[in-house]
């Protein structure tokens, strides 16, 4: 019950400040992602719990430079990062030069930041990406669900996984056709039939 109350808190309170920075601007209501450079090959995309390095540096809208070029490593999606950052970075390649327009409510807010960013800066960051470590692979249940060892999971491996660990097979919603097909619609971003160690997120249904 708590913890009901303390949501609808949270909600009033987000609607009103979003309903004020309305008010105040005009053009600057979203997050603004836009994309540079990107290279052809792109194996690998950025995801929640990633580690990534990046080049960036970072201005005001008027063109000021606040940092110049430098290197950050940060793990993109846990909040550890301004929101722009863990938003505007998702799906990204190697290589790829992205531009974020981040106003005030996905970047430090109403706060000053040092002598630099006054309060409720709008930035925008030149974010290029140098490398992705996978943040927690999860490598122990994809090499469970990966019978043979392709490296990809197959219909097949998941409905023998579904068997294996007893998850009953019932009628309509509850059948495991319905299940393995909600999990390849949510994890096989490619549409190849298969999940592969980068698409794998971990069995997110609620059966599993
Ligand atoms: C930031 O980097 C981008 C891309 O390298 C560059 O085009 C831009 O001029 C730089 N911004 C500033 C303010 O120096
Ligand atoms: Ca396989
Ligand atoms: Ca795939």
Redesign the pocket.
């Known amino acids: 019950m708590k913890f009901i109350v303390f949501l609808g808190l949270l909600f009033v309170c987000f609607t009103c400040q979003s309903f004020a920075q309305e008010e105040d601007e005009e053009e600057f209501r979203g997050l603004r992602i836009g994309i ?1 450079k990107k290279p052809k090959r792109c194996p690998q995309e950025t995801k929640h719990g990633d580690h990534l390095t990046v ?5 005001l809208v008027d ?4 940092v ?2 430098r290197n950050l490593e940060f793990t993109i999606g846990e909040g550890s990062m301004i929101q722009g950052w863990d938003q505007g970075l998702l799906d990204m390649c190697i290589g790829e ?1 992205r ?1 974020l327009i981040t106003p005030s409510g996905y970047a430090y807010g109403e706060l000053p930041v040092g002598d630099a960013i006054p309060p409720k800066a709008h930035l ?3 974010v ?1 990406l140098l490398e992705i470590k996978d943040g927690q692979p999860k490598p122990d249940i994809f090499g469970q669900v990966d019978v043979n060892g392709d490296g990809l999971i197959s219909h097949d491996e998941v409905a023998q996984y579904l068997r294996k660990e007893s998850i009953p097979d019932g009628d309509g919603d509850k059948s495991h056709q319905t299940v393995i097909n909600e999990i390849f619609n949510e994890e096989d971003k490619d549409n190849d039939g298969y999940i592969s160690l980068s698409e794998f997120q971990g069995f997110k249904h609620e059966e599993l």
């Open positions: 540079v080049k960036y540096n970072a201005s063109g000021t430079l606040l110049p070029p030069l531009e925008v960051f030149y290029e």
